[in-house]
T-cell receptor, first 116, second 112 residues
Framework: EAGVTQFPSHSVIEKGQTVTLRCDPI?????LYWYRRVMGKEIKFLLHFVKESKQDESGMPNNRFLAERTGGTYSTLKVQPAELEDSGVYFC??????????????FGPGTRLTVL | QKEVEQNSGPLSVPEGAIASLNCTYS??????FFWYRQYSGKSPELIMS????GDKEDGRFTAQLNKASQYVSLLIRDSQPSDSATYLCAVSFYNQGGKLIFGQGTELSVKP
């Protein structure tokens, strides 16, 4: 079974440009999460999809970030316009359940975003 | 106060020793607790989850949870150089859709 995949693995852009990150969850996983790790900080939650619906977007930093999950399969996270503080590693995770003691979130390899 | 706190390390132990990784959390509503291992440049990988007070063992790994003290730990017995990685503690709440709150992680180095 294929794991969570993310594209691209690395992205280097200039301040003010737009970047779109993609996540393909494990097939059949309705729950998809985005997280971000800024250098020197802990991994932080950004948002949670259940199928195509945004269940919780309380962690989104500001309105420069837009996440979509059309059709409830893959998801994209767009940053427009990118700022220096957006640099970090963006992780996607998916799970069958949405919490609970037996829930397991499987993480993708992450996209390392560098904004110059 | 951070919601989940871990010593950043690095924690260095000799091969074959027991590595003890600790994590404290601030919210008594925390209900499930997870230990992830992350090798440099790789994705976090779930090692153990625990939600009841006490110990949970899986091979060389034992997770310990003490909700009264708001403390969760991970013991690695017979540590191997391949265990060298960053270990992330995370908590979740049943009524919050499963989102994980992470600590900063503890870097473990197992010396041959």
């Amino acid at each position: 079974e294929a794991g969570v995949t993310q594209f691209p693995s690395h992205s280097v852009i200039e301040k003010g440009q737009t970047v779109t990150l993609r996540c393909d969850p494990i097939s059949g996983h309705d729950n998809l999460y985005w997280y971000r790790r800024v250098m020197g900080k802990e991994i932080k939650f950004l948002l949670h999809f259940v199928k195509e619906s945004k269940q919780d977007e309380s962690g989104m930093p500001n309105n420069r970030f837009l996440a979509e999950r059309t059709g409830g399969t893959y998801s994209t996270l767009k940053v427009q316009p990118a700022e220096l503080e957006d640099s970090g590693v963006y992780f996607c995770a998916s799970s069958q359940l949405a919490g609970g003691p037996t829930d397991t979130q499987y993480f993708g390899p992450g996209t390392r975003l560098t904004v110059l | 106060q951070k919601e989940v706190e871990q010593n950043s390390g690095p924690l260095s132990v000799p091969e074959g020793a027991i590595a003890s990784l600790n994590c404290t959390y601030s919210d008594r509503g925390s209900q499930s607790f997870f230990w992830y291992r992350q090798y440099s440049g790789k994705s976090p990988e779930l090692i153990m989850s625990i939600y009841s007070n006490g110990d949970k063992e899986d091979g060389r790994f034992t997770a310990q949870l003490n909700k009264a003290s708001q403390y969760v730990s991970l013991l690695i017995r017979d540590s191997q150089p391949s265990d060298s990685a960053t270990y992330l503690c995370a908590v979740s709440f049943y009524n919050q859709g499963g989102k994980l709150i992470f600590g900063q992680g503890t870097e473990l180095s197992v010396k041959p």
